[in-house]
T-cell receptor, first 113, second 113 residues
Framework: DQQVKQNSPSLSVQEGRISILNCDYT??????FLWYKKYPAEGPTFLIS?????DKNEDGRFTVFLNKSAKHLSLHIVPSQPGDSAVYFC????????????FGTGTRLQVTL | DTGVSQNPRHKITKRGQNVTFRCDPI?????LYWYRQTLGQGPEFLTY????????KSRLLSDRFSAERPKGSFSTLEIQRTEQGDSAMYLC???????????FGPGTRLLVL
């Protein structure tokens, strides 16, 4: 049962343009969402997060949007840079005793020159 | 470097052997998580500790797996009688508390021949 889904396995974007990565979830109990970036042979690196009480959070070039009614979130990267090329994971948690993360399967972003 | 560290980074073993991985969390982080990532998937939760107490274990964690965090600092994950299906990246993460972001280590890649 995949509770967090990233339906696009890969995305290619030109340098300087906007990258939009999407994520859908099914568990309405999730109340906090995170995006991680992962380079090969490294662990996931935290990028940005959003609480379910908000619909937008911005940090520099990264903005996360949350649509609770659609159970959908997206990560916007503007402008995209070659160093952004990596696998991006969406994760969700139910804040509580464990606060364990449930991850999507990832989207590989390639930013081309 | 004050991030999460994991050792070894790579481990190749023969089926039936025991292996042990170590995770050193960020100093003063009282929560420590173990995840497993297989090819094409996102990380999946295995278990977590608050200080030295192991508070939850996933059903993915069979009886062959055992984790400890003896003094509430570093943690070890042992797999007994390894099977080829245990081949994966084992990730450790730590956080300051239940509401805080989890920061991941570089992972230990296990290959069982």
């Amino acid at each position: 049962d995949q509770q967090v889904k990233q339906n696009s396995p890969s995305l290619s974007v030109q340098e300087g343009r906007i990258s939009i990565l999407n994520c859908d979830y099914t568990n309405s109990m999730f109340d906090y969402f995170l995006w991680y970036k992962k380079y090969p042979a490294e662990g996931p690196t935290f990028l940005i997060s959003i609480s379910s009480i908000k619909d937008k959070n911005e940090d520099g070039r990264f903005t996360v949007f949350l649509n609770k009614s659609a159970k959908h979130l997206s990560l916007h990267i503007v402008p995209s840079q070659p160093g952004d090329s990596a696998v991006y994971f969406c994760a969700a948690r139910i804040t509580g005793t464990a606060s364990k993360l449930t991850f999507g399967t990832g989207t590989r972003l390639q930013v081309t020159l | 470097d004050t991030g999460v560290s994991q050792n070894p980074r790579h481990k190749i073993t023969k089926r039936g052997q025991n292996v042990t991985f170590r995770c050193d969390p960020i100093s003063e982080h009282n929560r420590l998580y173990w995840y497993r990532q297989t090819l094409g998937q996102g990380p999946e939760f295995l278990t977590y500790f608050q200080n030295e107490a192991q508070l939850e274990k996933s059903r993915l964690l069979s009886d062959r797996f055992s984790a400890e965090r003896p003094k509430g600092s570093f943690s070890t994950l042992e797999i007994q009688r390894t099977e080829q299906g245990d081949s994966a990246m084992y990730l450790c993460a730590s956080s300051l508390g239940v509401l805080e972001t989890q920061y991941f280590g570089p992972g230990t890649r296990l290959l069982v021949l």
